[in-house]
């Protein structure tokens, strides 16, 4: 009935939420409405124009105007009057319950997160066993034992909210319990009560402020809801046991029922309203943290930008060499952009007027350092951008075809059949829900148009084709069940499936093992050998580029700066950037160890 | 996957076990004198006495306990104290009346909130705002005022649905249809408004994984994608919170079935609290808990299908 508390905010309580929230209009609109509510309530004694008990056969459903203001009720008691007395026991009831789960719960909740061990299994298994029954329901069978005090239904009601605040305090406590600074206090001998009321206390204010809130509103719902069932106490006027009052007299005057069902429903909503209005300001409060990092790398990119506009923004191109100039061409992309829609209405150009170009059978290296617009470029070519992101400018030529032009429909037919992918994390980029096989199939029985036997048979060839021992096994598992390095083969194994044209690989080697990079390196160059395919290969690793590519370009801060035969790059890089990384492999020799290095010197001598 | 299922079964029964032990405790053992109470105050001890002999209140509770649980477990749960009807006969008579409101409710609450959080996870933008917006009011706002609405917007002024009543679904589907919309309507809106916002959340974490852009890539389309692979991914997360939710329309069902005066389990709820019948009290908790733990044990294999790392751990 109550959803699960936020993260807490760590020391978000410091800066007073008050005061933030009279800055936010839904919270000041819901906090008047409550406060006059209460007013109204407290002072019923002065503003009430009757006594809310007082009931006169004349004026039994009198009409509003005449010497009652809302009218009178089915035993002739003036209804403002009694709406203004009703709020005093409606919501000291649902403080009652509040306070209940107050104290039950946050205790609990600090015992059984800070001392650990059995109480803490039992209460946990406490709070299931409340919550696994309706609250209406066993309120109900308590008033069948205890009767209808409206004040003992409201404690018990208080009984089992107490998760809402335990699952919170708990949680919180937890995570604060073996922080550096609660052991520091530990050491220096302080006490555990002084540790819970200074340190942990002050973490979980906020968040129980804001679960306050809701759990008022639940109860103000709840007991409004017994008492309009009839089987609240008769004697003390609720609103509640107004709605019911209005209810049964529907027919004869039914605005009877639309006072209380209004103040009750209004008053539900500003407390919502407020725990949601509160909510907010807490995550605004540790809003500006992200906003001012991610401020300060836009900034610095595009300082970096403006660096290269002063440099001279035309990218240093290498000549073909004669007998590389083959291949026909697969891609061409002329002048392309990126940016992204910012929140406040700005835009972040990523990539600006990159051209690339690639052959059939070609390996295309794209290197640069992260940020630089190698992926946002290979992302724009399979039109996949991340949300907020979009091309900007220029073409993507492929077969004839400008891909930045084609509807989305007609891109879905492009990839996969023409132009595959290989991402850079292989776990994260299978689908946990389904088998390896599952998800091999699906894709090539909708490119290919085959049948399930087929997609099957076909499945089991290409997995045996990518290397792995055991393909029916490997078919069969769940991508948790397989290790990154076979997790890789299964992508590209699903990449290569649809024997596309052009294939995409973005970083395909980095998140794996050193021993395994190889492995998969060379699997690249036999796949595109046998299939013919260009290749574009994101990289920020020249030792992989020396491995495998034809051609290279490097791209800084969204901007091609140098481009042409890997040759003619590793023994003339004329650009500093490409210099500099140059110069980052020869001294780390990470990607493959001594072999890389080797083949490196046969490039660069 | 039969030792998971087992084990979620056990666990089940281990439930329904604890909380009518401690529902049977608290009701007998926390009413005072019973006997008194129905007789009334007026009447002798030796009345008392009689009544309470006849009852079987006089033997010790641990006893009564005993007698009772191996009664329920040939379902056999008592006779109530007030009309000496069966409380089984009188519980499961109207348990499908508030079964299939409240099933209907959780089935719309679904396939609405599916709908409805696709759209505001996929556009985001005015209609996810939107879409929040009228979530937190449809959360707010207690569902029984909703059903008060309801009642006076499209049943009294209206005349659209009957205000009240009930035909079996047996007698005829459109008059039971005529007598079921606004309630469950009335009872699905809250449930729509918490599921929409859970969906919607994790909707929204799953279509930024990294799988979504890969399969994308591998030539299927967005929809096939978002439906297929995402909502399944965001599925486990939005079945917990219906099965809260389904726990509370059990609750929320007591006092809409009083709104649209329904023969349901609610009915026979107030009706015996009101009088203090313990037995029927108890048959509606045994009922109800019952109901919550099928439906968990539904909810925790539908879970196991949905994430394979659940079924196979």
Not at chain 1, 3 to 24: D, I, Y
Not at chain 1, 361 to 366: A, D, K, R, T, Y
Request: proline share 4%.
């Amino acid at each position: 009935m109550i959803e699960t508390p936020l993260a807490v905010p760590a020391g978000a309580a410091k800066v007073s939420l008050f005061r933030r929230l009279l800055t936010h209009p839904t919270g000041v609109v819901s906090m008047v409405l409550l406060v006059l509510v209460a007013l109204a309530s407290v002072l019923a004694p002065l503003l009430a124009t009757h006594d809310p008990n007082t009931a006169s056969v004349q004026q039994v459903l009198a009409k509003a105007g005449s010497g009652h203001i809302l009218g009178a009720d089915s035993a002739g008691r003036d209804v403002l009057s009694r709406l203004l007395f009703a709020g005093q026991f409606s919501l000291a009831g649902a403080l009652l319950a509040l306070a209940v789960a107050l104290v039950l719960g946050v205790t609990a909740g600090l015992a059984a997160g800070y001392y650990g061990g059995w109480f803490d299994s039992a209460s946990s298994w406490l709070t299931g066993l409340m919550m696994a029954l309706p609250g209406m329901v066993v309120l109900l069978a308590a008033r069948a034992v205890v009767g209808p005090s409206m004040w003992l239904s409201m404690m018990i009601f208080g009984v089992l909210l107490s998760p809402a605040f335990f699952r919170l305090v708990y949680a919180s406590v937890t995570a604060v319990r073996n922080e550096l600074y609660v052991d520091a206090a530990r050491v220096s001998g302080l006490s555990d009560v002084r540790i819970i009321g200074r340190h942990i206390l002050t973490v979980v204010r906020a968040p129980a402020i804001i679960q306050s809130a809701m759990v008022l509103g639940i109860a103000i719902a709840i007991q409004a809801g017994l008492e309009f069932l009839g089987l609240g106490d008769r004697n003390i006027p609720t609103w509640g046991s107004m709605l019911n009052d209005g209810f049964i007299n529907i027919f004869k005057s039914p605005t009877l029922v639309l006072w209380p069902a209004l103040v009750i429903g209004l008053v539900c909503i500003a407390l919502t309203l407020l725990a949601n209005a509160m909510r907010d300001e807490l995550e605004r409060s540790r809003g500006p943290v992200k906003k001012s990092r991610k401020a300060a790398a836009a900034e610095a990119a595009a300082d970096a930008e403006g660096a290269a506009d002063k440099r001279g923004a035309a990218a240093v191109v290498h000549a073909d060499e004669p007998s590389e100039d083959d291949g026909e061409i697969l891609l061409e992309v002329t002048d392309l952009g990126v940016a992204y829609d910012q929140p406040d209405g700005s835009t972040t150009h990523v990539v600006n007027h990159v051209n690339l170009t690639v052959r059939r059978g070609e390996v295309h290296g794209l290197v640069g350092e992260s940020g630089s617009g190698k992926s946002q470029t290979a992302f724009s070519i399979l039109r996949l951008l991340p949300q907020g992101g979009r091309i900007t400018g220029g073409s993507i030529f492929f077969e004839g075809k400008d891909l930045a032009q084609l509807s989305e429909k007609e891109m879905t037919q492009v990839r996969g059949k023409r132009i595959a992918y290989i991402p850079q994390e292989p776990m994260s980029n299978l689908d946990s829900a389904f088998t390896v096989g599952s998800q091999l199939m699906e894709p090539m029985r909708v490119c290919l148009g085959i049948s399930k036997a087929q997609a099957r048979k076909r499945a089991l060839a290409l997995l045996a084709r990518v290397g792995i021992p055991n393909p029916e096994r490997t078919f069969d598992a769940y991508p948790h069940q397989i290790s990154g390095g076979m997790a890789q083969r299964v992508l590209i194994a699903g990449a290569v499936s649809c024997e596309p044209d052009l294939l995409i690989a973005d970083e395909p080697t980095t998140a794996l093992d050193v021993t395994v990079q190889a492995e998969v390196l060379n699997l690249l160059r036999e796949l595109q050998d046998e299939l013919n395919m260009g290749v574009i290969l994101v990289t920020h690793n020249f030792g992989v580029v020396a491995d495998l590519c034809d051609r290279v370009t490097v791209m800084q801060t969204g901007r091609v700066v140098e481009t042409g035969p890997v040759r003619s790059i590793f023994n003339h890089a004329q650009h500093p950037y490409t210099r500099q990384l140059l110069g980052a492999i020869l001294e780390d020799t990470a990607p493959r160890g001594q072999y890389t290095l080797k083949e490196l010197k046969g490039v660069t001598s | 996957m039969y030792r998971f299922v087992l084990r979620r079964l056990l666990s089940g029964v281990l439930l329904l076990f604890v909380i009518t032990t401690v529902a049977y405790l608290l009701l007998y053992a926390g009413g005072g004198d019973i006997a008194r109470r129905i007789v009334g105050p007026t009447a002798s001890d030796a009345q008392v006495a009689l009544k309470a002999s006849q009852l079987g209140l006089d033997r010790p509770l641990v006893v009564q306990y005993w007698d009772w649980l191996t009664s329920a477990l040939t379902g056999d749960l008592g006779r109530s104290w007030f009309n000496g009807q069966l409380v089984s006969a009188g519980v499961s008579s109207r348990l499908s009346v508030t079964l299939s409101l409240v099933l209907g409710a959780t089935i719309i609450a679904a396939v609405v909130s599916v709908v409805v959080a696709v759209w505001a996870a996929v556009r985001r933008g005015w209609v996810d705002r939107a879409v929040q917006l009228v979530g937190v009011l449809g959360f707010a706002i207690p569902g029984f005022l909703i059903a008060l609405g309801l009642v006076s917007l499209f049943a009294l002024n209206l005349k659209w649905f009957k205000a009240t009543g009930y035909v079996p679904i047996t007698t005829s589907f459109g008059g039971w249809a005529g007598t079921v919309t606004l309630p469950i309507v009335a009872l699905s809106i809250g449930c729509i408004a918490a599921v929409v916002q859970q969906i919607r959340g994790s909707l929204i974490d799953a279509l930024r994984q990294d799988y979504v852009r890969t399969l994308r890539a591998r030539g299927l389309s967005f929809n096939r994608v978002v439906y297929k692979h995402v909502l399944r991914n965001a599925g486990g997360p939005a079945l917990a919170v219906l099965a809260v939710q389904f726990i509370g329309l059990l609750g929320g069902a007591v006092i809409v079935e009083q709104i649209f005066a329904l023969p349901g389990l609610g009915q026979i709820t107030v009706a015996a609290t009101g009088q203090g019948d313990i037995p029927v009290v108890m048959g509606v908790v045994v009922a109800t808990a019952a109901i919550v733990v099928i439906v968990n044990l539904i909810i925790d294999l539908a879970q196991g299908w949905l994430n394979p790392k659940v079924r196979l751990s």
